[in-house]
């Protein structure tokens, strides 16, 4: 039977840190991506992994500068903080149109803003309704708002209002250069992806299935902002989230947050009871800007070695004492005895002790190979053989039998 997932090694990389700026201090590993059940991919990241387009990557943390720790949250647990319920207040009352930023904020001149009516807010983030329900009352038609606001979630594609919409957020937000911003890199980045769509086993919520969507914020029939999700068997993964800047005052980055714990919630009610986690993609210690993701309560970080999950507010401790830790060994006795493997992989000589038979090559369309069988017949193909066996320790001796190598 043929394999649905299928990549590409890419092999070790270093490169700069976009988290401190450091020039050749960023390892990782990588493969690109041709095809990928969500299945796969949803293990993949519970091993550290994560996407950007169709290229996947591990992080070494022990080598990388800024250690990169997956996250995830219980989106069925999850309680709003004070300060969290103050960004669907803020957010709600600019809706309703009883609340108004200044014209500096919003970039308009006090005869805009005049248009604005001041009366009581009739949403209250202080009651014990289900976070989905009060994110959903900003959506009603029905009701006399100032504004109206619609979120649609569909499959990754690319528009020029999408385009148009990064394009002003990277230039804005991320100061990058406009000549750096090109279409096809946009493509390749937020709208590409090798996930294989597949349809939930119960349940019909906003139409949608495994696999990645955008999830459009239309305001007032205008795109201000963007999430990229991907919709997997036991969790909402975010992507990326990117806004119209002239919004910024909205707080969009930490409202998306909440709105993206609310779809968890929602699709563990009416699709799986497994799909009830919420992964923000990496934690950063050492970064501030990457620190807000340990607010959003309980939350877990993933130990790099043992692929268990620890309590955020456990790891913070360790990591306040040192770079790097694995929360299995916080005094690092493991640490000093493989400080040349990447954590929680195989060294090449354990590699070699799996079975290879049960791993396959892709030769085209529908045609695979065993592994041991290349090898037999490449049997001086040193190279080969060295690729093949940084694989198996990178994915895993499971994953390697179930993902092909093209």
Wanted: with cysteine; aromatic share 12%; glycine share 6%.
């Amino acid at each position: 039977m043929p394999l649905e997932s299928v990549v590409c090694v890419v092999g070790d990389n270093c490169s700069h840190c976009g988290y401190c700026d450091s020039d050749d201090t960023s390892f990782t590993y990588g493969l690109w991506a041709e095809s990928l059940t969500c299945e796969d991919y949803q293990a993949l990241i519970d091993r550290g992994w994560r996407r950007s387009g169709c290229y996947l990557y591990k992080p070494n943390l022990r080598k990388s500068c800024c250690p990169q720790y997956t996250i995830r949250l219980d989106a069925s647990r999850f309680k709003p903080t004070k300060s969290q319920k103050k960004v669907l207040n803020k957010f709600s009352r600019y809706i309703e149109g009883t609340w108004r930023p200044s014209a500096k904020e919003v970039g308009a001149n006090e005869e805009d803003m005049d248009a604005v009516r001041e009366r009581p807010s009739t949403v209250n983030y202080n009651n014990e309704k289900a976070l989905a329900d009060n994110l959903h009352v900003v959506e009603d038609a029905s009701l006399d708002h100032l504004h109206k606001i619609k979120f649609e979630l569909e499959p990754s594609s690319f528009t020029q209002e999408k385009y148009d919409l990064y394009r002003k957020y990277q230039e804005k937000i991320h100061h990058d250069e406009p000549d750096e911003l090109s279409e096809q890199g946009f493509r390749r980045f937020l709208v590409d992806s090798p996930l294989k769509r597949k349809e939930f086993a119960k349940g019909d919520l906003y139409g949608a299935g495994y696999g990645s969507y955008h999830q459009k914020y239309i305001l007032d029939g205008k795109l201000i902002a963007v999430a990229v999700l991907d919709l997997l068997p036991k969790c909402v993964s975010s992507v990326y989230f990117m806004y119209d800047s002239d919004y910024a005052f909205l707080g969009l980055g930490k409202y998306s947050a909440l709105r993206e714990i609310s779809l968890a919630q929602e699709l563990h009610d009416n699709v799986s009871a497994d799909l009830h986690w919420y992964y923000m993609g990496y934690y950063i210690h050492s970064c501030p800007k990457m620190v807000y993701k340990g607010s959003y309560q309980p939350s877990d970080l993933l130990d790099p070695e043992t692929y268990s999950w620890y309590p955020i507010e456990d790891c913070k401790k360790l990591l306040d004492k040192k770079r790097y830790v694995a929360f299995s060994d916080p005094e690092g006795k493991q640490e000093e005895k493989d400080e040349e493997r990447m954590p929680g992989c195989l060294s090449v000589g354990e590699a070699k002790k799996v079975d290879v038979s049960k791993i396959m090559l892709s030769l085209g369309g529908d045609t695979f190979a065993p592994v041991s069988l290349v090898l037999q017949l490449n049997h001086s193909s040193r190279q080969l053989q060295k690729v093949i066996y940084e694989y198996i320790a990178a994915v895993g001796p499971d994953l390697a039998s179930r993902i092909a190598i093209a």
